[in-house]
């Protein structure tokens, strides 16, 4: 169950979809991907605010931010009927974690914060989409995957010979208002960091 339709609902609605879940969504407008996953029959869609006995028979519900003001009364009803439930971006009003996922290609990174720092997660998770969402690297991942269903189990060890040359670099800014002290340095508030992440490649 997925109260609320836009972006939030959308990426939620379509990971579960994929996992194999029957979705249903509340909402009286949509985003015009979720309209056509509705119209395509991958999921239900109803237009219209979520009233309480929608949630009776549910067993994952979202809040998204667009159904936020009824949040404490869907919690409410969640726990009260056994469900889980995520009010994203409200650790307080969420029975699970739920981890931000950055696809690229057939790759997945998940991240999660345990609920300590939802906003801190989503401006990670936009700026890995943003770094590693391109088409050169959902090719590369494509030829990694094609690559290693050509080659024989006793070969799969050339994977890592393919990878090599690969680099990833991390560039952290953080925020004006924020100051790092360390015990024998001192950083100014609008500190930029480059990270070099070391290649390393575990057996595949």
């Known amino acids: 169950m997925i109260l609320g339709g836009g972006p939030e609902a959308t990426d939620k609605a379509g990971r579960l979809v994929r996992a194999g879940a029957r979705v249903q969504v509340i909402a009286e407008e949509v985003e015009p991907a979720l309209e056509a996953m509705a119209q395509a029959g991958e999921l239900g869609w109803a237009a219209r605010g979520w009233i309480p006995v929608d949630l009776r028979d549910a067993y994952l519900v979202y809040v998204t931010p667009e159904a936020r003001e ?114 024998d340095e001192q950083e100014g508030p609008t500190t930029e960091r480059t990270t070099n992440v070391p290649d390393t490649m575990e057996d595949p």
């Open 70 to 183: 009824r949040a404490d009364e869907a919690h409410q009803l969640a726990l009260a009927n056994g469900a889980q439930i995520c009010t994203i971006d409200v650790p307080d009003q969420c029975t699970f974690a739920n981890p931000a996922v950055v696809e690229v290609g057939g790759l997945r990174i998940a991240l999660s914060s345990g609920g300590t720092a939802p906003a801190l997660l989503k401006r990670m998770k936009h700026g890995l989409e943003r770094g590693l969402a391109t088409p050169s690297m959902e090719a590369f991942v494509r030829a990694m995957a094609d690559l290693r269903e050509r080659l024989p189990r006793e070969e799969r060890y050339r994977l890592r010979e393919a990878v090599e040359g690969f680099h990833l670099e991390v560039r952290v800014t953080f925020p004006p208002w924020f100051q790092e002290t360390g015990d």
